[in-house]
């Protein structure tokens, strides 16, 4: 199974590790996603949030395969270790799975958005993600330091059966990150 590891390395590189930073022991302990980043790395994490709801379109509604135009929780993020922006994450979920849950405030509790939709009954088995390389576009120029590249991971959260969760769009600083991989050979 793929992995990506979270920690900044001496070189100021943060790896990502996910299965371990997504699993639900992380969630347990509240190490999950960046917390877990910032433990295995030794940086301060920060983060602002901003929750909106908003109507899927064509692309978000494939991904999380509902009807175009259907409500969706956005959670909208800038991630900042030691106070220097290094991630940019927008999550888009299902309005019918977060509604009255703790997804739909800023601070999600101990565990994050995984964990309060395992408390709602849907929790994540699985995730995909793609990963891939590009220059910022110009709002995101605006938050990030100048001149970098970047790389962009999305993911989708899956239920057992299969069903969409979440999708999840990041812009990671290329130059702050590295991602690692180990799985078995089959």
Do not use: C
């Not at 908003?54 to 991904?63: I, L, P």
């Not at 309060?116 to 590009?134: I, T, Y």
């Not at 709002?139 to 979440?166: C, F, H, I, N, W």
């Amino acid at each position: 199974m793929g992995s990506m590891v979270d920690s900044v390395q001496p070189g100021g590189n943060i790896q990502r590790n996910s299965p371990s930073r997504l699993s639900r022991a992380a969630r347990a302990k509240n190490r999950a996603a960046f917390l877990a980043d910032a433990e295995g790395s030794g940086f301060i994490p920060s983060a602002s949030v901003e929750v909106r709801f908003e109507r899927a379109d064509a692309r978000v509604a494939q991904k999380l395969a509902i009807d175009e135009g259907a409500e969706v929780t956005v959670r909208d993020r800038v991630l900042r270790a030691d106070g220097r922006v290094v991630q940019l994450s927008v999550s888009r979920l299902p309005r019918e799975l977060t509604r009255g849950t703790g997804v739909e405030e800023a601070d999600t509790g101990p565990g994050g958005t995984y964990a309060r939709l395992e408390e709602a009954g849907h929790p994540p088995a699985s995730f995909v993600e793609q990963v891939g390389a590009r220059m910022p576009t110009a709002a995101e120029r605006a938050l990030l330091p100048a001149g970098a590249p970047v790389l962009t991971v999305t993911r989708v959260a899956l239920k057992e059966d299969g069903s969409p969760l979440e999708v999840n769009d990041m812009v990671l600083v290329a130059d702050r990150y590295q991602l690692s991989y180990a799985w078995l050979a089959d």
